[in-house]
């Protein structure tokens, strides 16, 4: 159901991961890991860069 309703928002970009599993289910599925492993990364960073900013707000304020 979430691909069919993908397919109604983007059809173009359904269209390529359709294309790109039916290629090679093995490399799109490789290649979906690694994008999901890089977006969690991101998080991650984004999260403790926030935190840092944050601490060192929070120093200056005391200080």
């Not at 979430?2 to 090679?24: E, G, H, W």
């Amino acid at each position: 159901m979430k691909f069919q309703i993908a397919k109604q928002l983007s059809p173009a970009l359904t269209a390529k991961a359709d294309s790109t599993y039916y290629r090679n289910p093995n490399e799109a599925e490789f290649e979906t890991q690694k994008l999901e492993a890089h977006e969690l990364s991101v998080r991650q960073a984004e999260a403790l860069l926030k935190q840092k900013q944050k601490e060192i707000n929070d120093a200056q304020k005391g200080a």
